[in-house]
């Protein structure tokens, strides 16, 4: 079945470490995002590609760097500069325009624990 | 300024019908979304309406739209247990940009 997958689905840190979240998708989509949810935040976005090889600044990027040299691919890695990493992220994806609503497909989410 | 509000919490009883609301403020056009959210995991897609619609129903669902005051609800008929989670509603331009904003997301509790 189609779907986005992101793992791992928990993760623990030490303070002053990198991680890395996975987020794949097969739904063939050129959009990919990142969110974060805080409680009672809603969603913030991180960083978004639009396209293979490009990717823009969300509202909260600083801290987080991500790549996208595949197209099914959008891994983002929180580095030891994100100050208060805890939380909870989603990865989402769609195919604008050609007549679609814009939906937004979301993964199952990742939850991130700084020790 | 992009901003899309929603009221924090919601509880209504079983049988009953819930409203849930939201603010927007971008006039151009847009599609919004509502999603649902259950604990743990990751948004699914309820329903959507585009700017130019004033009403769209899909079984116990019905979604209003007020243009002039930029004012969105998404009513759940017959309100089940099953129907508690958090609901998040949410706006994109259909041209000119990728971005969506997402308001708070209202809690739904249904109390049986």
């Known amino acids: 079945d189609g779907g986005i997958t992101q793992s791992p689905k928990y993760l623990f840190r030490k303070e002053g470490q990198n991680v890395t979240l996975s987020c794949e998708q097969n739904l063939n989509h050129d959009a990919m995002y990142w969110y974060r949810q805080d409680p009672g935040q809603g969603l913030r976005l991180i960083y978004y590609s639009q396209i293979v090889n490009d990717f823009q600044k969300g509202d909260i990027a600083e801290g987080y760097s991500v790549s996208r040299e595949k197209k099914e691919s959008f891994p983002l890695t929180v580095t030891s500069a994100q100050k208060n990493p805890t939380a909870f992220y989603l990865c989402?994806?769609?195919?604008?325009?050609?007549?679609?609503?814009?939906?937004?497909?979301f993964g199952e989410g990742s939850r991130l624990t700084v020790l | 300024g992009e901003d899309v509000e929603q009221s924090l919490f919601l509880s209504v009883r079983e049988g009953d019908s819930s409203v849930i609301n939201c603010t927007y403020t971008?006039?151009?056009?847009?599609?919004l979304y509502w999603y649902k959210q259950e604990p743990g995991a990751g948004l699914q897609l309820l329903t959507y309406i585009f700017s130019n619609m004033d009403m769209k129903q899909d079984q116990r669902l019905t979604v209003l739209l007020n243009k002039k005051d930029k004012h969105l609800s998404l009513r759940i008929a017959d309100t089940q247990t099953g129907d508690s989670a958090i609901y998040f509603c949410?706006?994109?331009?259909?041209?000119?940009?990728?971005?969506?904003?997402f308001g708070t997301g209202t809690r739904l509790k249904v109390l049986a």
């Open positions: 949410a706006e994109t331009r259909t041209s000119g940009t990728y971005k969506y904003i």
């Open positions: 989402a994806s769609t195919q604008r325009g050609q007549g679609g609503t814009g939906e937004l497909f």
């Open positions: 971008d006039s151009s056009s847009t599609y």
